[in-house]
């Protein structure tokens, strides 16, 4: 067996690191005699329909440039002129090119002009906009449009539930407003008709509109309450009674009806609990305004309007309207025959910037002959006997009349306090005949 000495085994330790060294030696120093070379990767532009993901923030133009161009590779040319001062409103989300560069420019009044090798150009937009290439867009020449809001079958606000001007959705009652426009297509000329446009509102008529009974029912209660432009007044003031209804009141001289279910205590105090009706009638017009109609219908009924009103003075500080209209015709009674005359005015004169005075004069006379009343037919004779009569058989006799005469005159104050608070006094007088 063949042994080796410590000595041996430490001169071969010392030989091996000697050509270890050597060997890194010569390496290291054919590395020196190489030519240094370095390599920088840059982006590859991508095409323009090449969708990536970008994350632009907002901020000056010139940086969101560098940014834009440092993710993409696509060389933006431009004057720094161009782009001192400009903010971009940054792009983020998955675009294509074309698409981030409109939006990275919107709104600079730059626009992005596409070069023969893959870059671009910025260029001042003509209209400081760019546009976008996702969008099909088509140009047309410029439009004019001038118009005013119709009038309409809704309203935009009502204070005859609470005295504020509410919107109906705000407004802590059910209320059915019919408009003056409902009114005129609808062809209503009486207030009842008006009146019973509205669900849950009926009417027992007997007898002719003019001298007959019409009164009317809410939620099984007789309607007693009623609000004349804003304030409480008994059923007198508008019809001869409440039993007698409003089938005789003509709606010329009215701009609303407004119908408010359940008890108005806010407004009339302990309030009826199943309606009111609340009466708004026609405002002068700050402009001159001037129309007649005509109309006609079956039983040889006719009926003429007249509404006339504006400024009364250069400053419009002083401004009125009158409304007046004539009723006549019959029925499918033989015999019967009716006339209504009706004439409203009123006065607006702005005493200052925050008061303002009216004085409103009201008039109607109603006439019904040959058939006036509410009797009917009774369904035997004094033989027990059947009666037979035709639909057209008047049972009244042609000499019974009914006529009756209204006079109404409505004096108030409105002070404006600011905001929406106002202060109003009102005095109403009205003189009934009935004969």
């Not at 632009?56 to 782009?83: C, K």
């Not at 509102?201 to 001298?211: E, F, K, M, T, Y």
């Not at 003031?237 to 039993?243: F, G, H, L, N």
């Amino acid at each position: 067996m063949k042994h080796e000495s410590r000595a041996d085994s430490f001169a071969r330790n010392r030989l091996a690191c000697a050509l270890h060294a050597a060997m890194f030696g010569l390496v290291v120093a054919g590395g020196a005699l190489l030519p240094s070379t370095s390599v920088e990767a840059a982006p590859q532009a991508k095409s323009a329909n090449q969708s990536q993901r970008f994350d632009v923030p907002a901020g000056p133009l010139e940086e969101a440039i560098n940014q834009f161009t440092a993710s993409t590779g696509i060389r933006l040319s431009h004057e720094p002129a161009d782009t001192s001062g400009l903010r971009s409103r940054g792009v983020g989300g998955v675009h294509d090119i074309r698409t981030a560069l409109h939006r990275l420019l919107d709104g600079t009044g730059l626009r992005a002009v596409p070069m023969s090798d893959g870059n671009y150009a910025l260029r001042k937009g003509a209209e400081g906009r760019t546009q976008d290439p996702s969008k099909k867009t088509t140009n047309f020449d410029a439009v004019e449009v001038i118009g005013t809001r119709p009038h309409s079958y809704i309203i935009d606000s009502t204070n005859s539930a609470t005295g504020m001007n509410l919107s109906l959705r705000d407004t802590p009652q059910s209320v059915t407003v019919i408009t003056r426009q409902r009114m005129d297509d609808g062809g209503i000329t009486n207030l009842m008709d008006a009146t019973r446009q509205a669900p849950g509102i009926d009417s027992a008529p007997s007898g002719n509109q003019v001298g007959g009974f019409a009164p009317l029912y809410a939620r099984g209660y007789l309607v007693q309450s009623y609000i004349l432009d804003g304030t409480p007044v008994s059923s007198d003031a508008i019809a001869s009674s409440s039993i007698r209804g409003l089938a005789a009141i003509d709606s010329a001289a009215y701009e609303a009806v407004t119908v408010i279910r359940g008890a108005t205590g806010l407004i009339t105090g302990a309030g009826n609990p199943g309606a009111a009706v609340a009466l708004t009638r026609k405002r002068p017009s700050q402009e001159f305004q001037a129309s007649v109609t005509q109309s006609f219908g079956s039983w040889d009924q006719r009926r003429t309007m007249g509404d006339v009103g504006g400024p009364l003075n250069k400053a419009k500080t002083l401004s009125g309207r009158m409304v007046g209209s004539y009723d006549t015709g019959g029925d499918w009674r033989d015999g019967y025959q009716y006339e209504k005359y009706s004439g409203f005015g009123v006065l607006a004169a702005d005493l200052t910037s925050n008061l303002q005075a009216t004085l409103e004069l009201d008039y109607g006379r109603d006439h019904g002959w040959g058939g006036a009343g509410g009797t009917g037919f009774p369904l035997v004779d004094d033989r027990d006997n059947p009666i037979r009569a035709d639909r057209s058989t008047n049972p009244m006799a042609e000499w019974s009349y009914f006529r009756s005469r209204r006079i109404g005159m409505t004096a108030g104050l409105d002070y404006h306090l600011g905001e929406d608070w106002k202060a109003k006094v009102s005095y109403t007088h009205v003189e009934l005949e009935d004969d």
